[in-house]
């Protein structure tokens, strides 16, 4: 049997041949990714972001509380580097996007104002809105967000919202996962 050319210099037996190779690769990461991964609901968006949760979920069991407390709901909570409007240097945004059965949330961080290990505290503090907003089912759309915060809110600026839950959280992780060993 002759090969026949498919596309500049590829044969059937070649692509066959090919194709076997990622056949057999694609089998061998099947079975690799049939072990249990757990889904993680808190998507970090940049290395930096990823290895801040890394800390928090290792160091602190109050970070780690959020995280699983986020995987519990219907939402998936993505973490940027991005900046907030009014100064602040972290945010949860105003914004619940619907996809499916999940509803998304996005926080934002300024690494540059949160050195170290701040940046764990104020993720655990923004994470703390993610678990108020997502543990009321109601919370579609980022009006009825703004109107819940509205509600809670314990402080009198009209521009910002804050929770005494979410200032506690930042005490408590950063007690937890700032301390020097």
Request: glycine fraction near 6%.
């Amino acid at each position: 049997m002759t090969a026949r050319p498919l596309a500049r210099g590829f044969s059937t037996v070649a692509f066959q041949a090919a194709l076997m190779v990622t056949m057999t690769c694609t089998v061998v990461g099947v079975a690799a990714a049939d072990e249990p991964q757990p889904l993680r609901r808190v998507r970090p968006q940049s290395a930096r972001i990823a290895d801040a949760i890394a800390q928090g979920v290792e160091r602190s069991a109050t970070f780690r509380r959020l995280v699983e407390s986020i995987d519990a709901t219907d939402g998936l909570v993505f973490v940027a580097e991005g900046k907030c409007q009014h100064g602040t240097r972290a945010c949860l945004l105003m914004s619940v996007v619907i996809a499916g059965s999940d509803r998304i949330l996005r926080i934002f961080i300024d690494p540059r104002r949160a050195p170290g290990c701040e940046l764990v505290e104020v993720i655990g503090h923004e994470l703390q809105h993610a678990v108020e907003v997502l543990s009321n089912a109601a919370i579609r759309s980022g009006i009825q967000m703004y109107r819940f915060f509205d509600r809670v809110k314990n402080n009198g600026d009209v521009k910002r919202f804050e929770t005494a839950a979410a200032r506690q959280t930042s005490l408590s992780v950063a007690r937890e996962a700032c301390r020097r060993s």
